[in-house]
């Protein structure tokens, strides 16, 4: 049986003390497992990014890490909090947040630095991560000057250096060409193969397919709702449409009334 990386038990959090954002979830994630996180917007999937990243607490139950409770007071702990840092990294939806250095280059070599990765060695992987995501291009421009496909492929950049051995992203395709997302879906997909775990949460159902073999849906109440293979979540329409992530779109033409499905992503007319 696969390492359990990650362990969710009735886990509650809530902004402020007062606005609710997960409410009872449970959840077990195994080394290797290429799992979604759908919902509209709202539903908790950011936040239990942020929680399985050690960034918030529950403030009941608990999150384990590799066979250690993620605990406030243990991210102080430098040592403790070096070894999950090298083990999980979190790619956010607002690349921005990551991006913080004069150039390209140095916001790729950030991480490794800061873990004591020899400098020889943070030059070889940014060349590296640089050819795997396109972007060599870019190592000299200045971040903040990016477009923000350009800035997501950094931010990944940036995490990929690490050489993690969870990847979360977070609303990965979201606003991006779809070029773009080809390049994120080619990466989430081949970063699975060679045996890392990846946990995307997203609404766009179109990648769905692609990037994940387990979903779990979470509803208006901020916790799941179900859970299940890919094909199954996505084959319930009615699953789909009371959790918002489908609609029925009506229209008449030859004075016929017409009903199509769209998902969220795609347009109207």
Known sequence: MSETVFEVKDVHFSYLGKFPALCGVDMTIRSGEKIAIIGANGTGKSTLLQLLDGLIFPDCGHVTAFGERLLEHSQGDEKAAHRFRKRVGLVFQ??????????????????????GVAEQEVKRRTLEVAQVLDI????????????????????????????????????????????????????????NQQGKTIITATHDLHIIGEIADTVYVFGRNKSIVRGGSSE??????????????????????????????????????
């Open 94 to 115: 607002n690349a921005d947040i990551q991006l913080f250095c004069p150039s390209v280059r140095e916001d790729i070599a950030f991480g490794p630095l800061q873990f």
């Open 136 to 191: 060599q291009h870019l190592l000299d421009r200045v971040p903040h000057q990016l477009s923000i496909g350009e800035k997501r492929r950094v931010a990944i950049a940036s995490v990929l250096a690490i050489d993690p051995d969870v990847y979360l992203f977070d609303e990965p395709t979201a606003g991006l060409d779809p070029l773009t997302v080809r390049h994120i879906i080619d990466f989430i997909v081949n970063a």
């Open 232 to 269: 199954s979540v996505l084959n319930d329409n009615a699953l789909l449409e009371a959790n918002n992530l489908i609609h029925m779109h009506r229209h008449h033409h030859d004075d016929k009334e017409h009903v199509h499905q769209h998902l969220p992503m795609e347009p109207h007319d």
